[in-house]
């Protein structure tokens, strides 16, 4: 868990009117006062998400997986990638360590192998009905403490290196490791993948040979994904060998994709570690658009609005359709409390984003909220249910649409509303108080009765009463 780390810090709970950007979700303080857990890491961002799923899009049709495994971003810095349910969760960390959209890429190929040979098919059962937010609490749990143990800064892991390695290992033996056979597999699936959609597997190994070599087994920091993906050195001989025979091994990506990346990189690393770690993305002077992006960024978090204002309308200039230029300037306006031109440029965003974030919808509806106009907050409400009809765990969606229809007097709705935040967050004791609160104030089979009637009916997975 990241608590107390710069990102946490900064843009710890979205009820401080934070804005939409690199957005971390903190999990609400519950009825009774006590929080239930100390803020869940998974980052909602429209660019970062769009893509990843451009990334993992031909990768998952070529396993025959289909559009229904989801991606979750993780707020964690260290490098790990893994699977429950139909969710590839993957940490912020491994994006940032990847260089090229082609190892991320290979790491989402292993990981699809996993899912479509049906590896950790017990596990997978149990959590495929529940939450992603309640899963993430769950398996980060035991992630933070596998990489507490395994990877502390301390006198006192490296002291008790016997019993940290003896915690890892059951860790990793429990939940989230495999068998070497099913490694081997995913390796093989992944190569299929890579060979079928035209990519090269360079990426991957490149990515395994981080972990197997003998300074990454040595140093201070062991990457949870090492501990669950144990990288023997004949796995990578193999895997080379096979790899170099595919006609796609020397391909790279795409300029225009590796500008897209080195952007979600300097983003990520500005967000989390400040305005110094966006220098150490870029090696060799490869700057240009992406560098000016994380300056413009940079100086949005960190700096006055007026320049950032300046450095993101230069941005626009030389790429006006760009959505997340677009985005970024919104985000600063909300700062400034220029709320109706941040509206504006959050709709100049949504109608530019191909992927059509909830995300970018939702900030247009906040913004709209906090110009305070009463036919603004009906606005708000149409853009905020708009953006939940795409993407029902985006969760801060909720704590707005509860606010607008609290300001417009609709209480139940409100109610409701926090009810479904509650139920998304995995925290479902207090979405059946809120639903049944809401329940008292609607019509008796009405549609919102009927849904506030499902949270309150809700079992959780694995529980044998709810
Ligand atoms: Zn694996």
New binding site residues.
Partial sequence: MQTGSPLSAKLACFARGLTAGLVALCVAVSATGKAHAQGLPVVRDAEIEALIREYARPILKAAGLGSNVNIVLVNDSSFNAFVAGRRIFINTGALMTSETPNEIIGVIA??A??IAGGHQERLREQLARAQTMAIVATLLGMGAAVAGAAGGAGGIAQAGGGLAMGGAEMARRGLLG?QRT??TT??RSALDYLQATGQSAKGMIVTFKRFASALSLSGAKVDPYQV??PMPRERIANLQTLAEASPYYDKTDSEALQLRHDMMRVKIAVYTDGQAAAARIFRKGTGGLAAQYGDAIATYLYGNPKSALQKTDALIKANPKNPYFHELRGDILVKANRSAEAAQAYAAAIKLDPAKSSILQVAYGQALLATGKQDSIQKAVDEINKGLERDRENISAYRYLAQAYGQLGRVAEAELATAEGYYYSGVYKDAKIFAARAQTKMKPGSPAWVRAQDIINYKQPGKKKG
């Fill in positions: 292993h990981e192998g996993h495999y099913e490694e995913a390796d669950s993906h």
